[in-house]
């Protein structure tokens, strides 16, 4: 490919960040008292802070369709869950060539935003890998119902896995699971539990973390104090060695002033894979390093290297 999409929205955990920070830095803290009732902001308004859904603010109503980007072939889905919401998802139909293989990726974006802002890059991974590809929407995003938290995500992407299952126009496909951020620690708990299927060919890690409560210590130190209270977890350190059936890419901004580097250095020493593979992008940010230049190679290269080849 001669170039890469443009970024998408740099919009991401930082606007957690800077919520949160507004608390820390109210003067109130200098009472032990009044920090205690800080802390109790940050405790019950965490789900808003990790979960912007409303950024940028016409998040919610304004999704962009991928005809936006010079795609025809594409499916606007809705997706009943077991729960009873029903998720946003775009299907991006593969071209019929000579070069066509049996292979979906299921992406999972980070925490704003939503499916229609990464719209290029699903384009470009599909350009990439001659595959289809799903983008799903979390409940709560987008034109998807419901409201976000640890559990309802880990159901959408469940939900999204077994929509690839059943479609027929999905037979025998190859399933590789991309993550940004946060999408990364869903993308995790995703593999893990569905690694024995023998459908998921390889998990694509971008920038995400070894879980909320470190990375909230590390984002805003004076709240490493209370990180304990943080019931969003998304303890990635824990789940992510017990993938062990699956390749991994681990593809690492080192200019992240979001997620630090060490976080994704740290989940890929913790990673039992017997095939793992981790990339720098020296330049990547937290929401550019996919427009890097090498993004989509290391991709094309762990996939015929790492998942098609070791399918033969």
């Known amino acids: 490919m001669s170039e890469s999409p443009p970024p998408p929205p740099a919009w991401s955990i ?49 999704v962009p369709s991928p005809r936006m980007f010079g795609i025809t072939d594409f499916e606007d889905l809705q997706i009943p869950t077991p729960d009873g919401e029903s998720l946003n998802a775009i299907f991006l139909r593969q071209s019929k060539t000579r070069q066509s293989r049996n292979l979906t990726v299921l992406m999972f974006h980070g925490n704003a935003g939503n499916i229609g802002h990464r ?34 995500l880990k159901i959408d992407a469940q939900t999204a896995l ?10 025998d496909t190859t399933i590789i699971v991309h993550g940004q951020s946060l999408g990364g620690a869903v993308a995790i ?7 024995d299927s023998g459908d998921i060919g390889g998990l ?69 894979s017997p095939s793992k593979v981790f990339r720098t992008l020296p330049n990547g940010s937290h929401n550019d390093t996919v427009a890097e230049p ?10 015929t290297e790492e998942v098609l080849a070791d399918s033969k």
Request: with cysteine; glycine share 6%; proline share 7%.
């Open 204 to 272: 694509i890690l971008e920038n995400t973390f070894m879980c909320i409560r470190k990375l909230i210590a590390t984002v805003l130190p004076p709240a490493r104090y209370v990180a304990r209270l943080c019931h969003q977890t998304w303890a990635s350190e824990d789940v992510l060695p017990k993938i062990t059936k699956v390749p991994i890419l681990f593809l690492s901004g080192l200019k992240d002033e979001i997620v630090p580097p060490p976080h994704m250095t740290g989940l890929f020493s913790l990673c039992k």
């Open 294 to 303: 090498g993004y989509f190679d290391h991709i094309h290269s762990f996939v």
């Open 162 to 171: 077994d929509y690839i299952r059943q479609r027929p126009e999905f037979k």
């Open 189 to 195: 708990n995703l593999v893990a539990t569905n690694q």
């Open 14 to 62: 930082s606007n957690m960040a800077n919520g949160a920070v507004q608390f820390l830095r109210l003067p109130v803290l200098a009472s032990s008292g009044l920090a205690v009732v800080a802390s109790g902001l940050l405790y019950f308004k965490q789900n808003e802070l990790i979960y912007p859904r409303n950024v940028p603010a016409d998040a919610r109503t304004n």
């Open 119 to 152: 719209v290029p890059i699903g384009k470009a991974l599909q350009e990439t890998l001659h595959c289809n590809v799903i983008l799903l929407e979390y409940r709560g995003y987008g034109m998807s119902t419901g409201t976000p938290d640890e559990v309802g």
